[in-house]
């Protein structure tokens, strides 16, 4: 069993920055690929980025491709979203997620376990 935590969001303006972190209890992120989803208001929660098991591999929604960096440290059972450059579209609630596998780290079903959740607001 593995519990993730999520923290880090909260209000900033158009063009800042935010760095969300998830903690895991549990078994170490070497084991897991982790990824990373949001839910706006209204809308389906939808992929945002991944990193697979010992960090080989990454992968961004275009949405957020050259503005958002992932990454673990193994050690310390952390993974990190680093936002750069918020519009307000990515105001949302930001979920980190784990998974066994190392495929279709986009679709999240393939995960088995959700961290509650963050706030981020950006706002124009």
């Known amino acids: 069993q593995v519990q993730l935590v999520e923290s880090g969001g909260g209000l900033v303006q158009a063009g800042g920055s935010l760095r969300l972190s998830c903690a895991a209890s549990?078994?170490?992120?070497?084991?897991?690929?982790m990824g990373w989803f949001r839910q706006a208001p209204g809308k389906e929660r939808e992929f945002v980025a991944a990193?697979?098991?010992?960090?080989?591999?990454?992968n961004y929604a275009d949405s957020v491709k050259g503005r958002f960096t992932v990454f673990g440290v193994n050690a310390m059972n952390m993974v990190y979203l680093q936002m750069n450059t918020l519009k307000p579209e990515d105001t949302a609630v930001y979920y980190c997620?784990?998974?066994?596998?190392?495929?279709?780290?986009?679709?999240?079903?393939?995960?088995?376990?959700w961290g509650q959740g963050t706030q981020v607001t950006v706002s124009s």
């Open positions: 549990g078994r170490t992120f070497s084991t897991y690929a």
């Open positions: 990193i697979t098991r010992g960090g080989i591999m990454i």
């Open positions: 997620a784990a998974t066994s596998t190392n495929e279709g780290l986009r679709v999240q079903r393939q995960y088995d376990y």
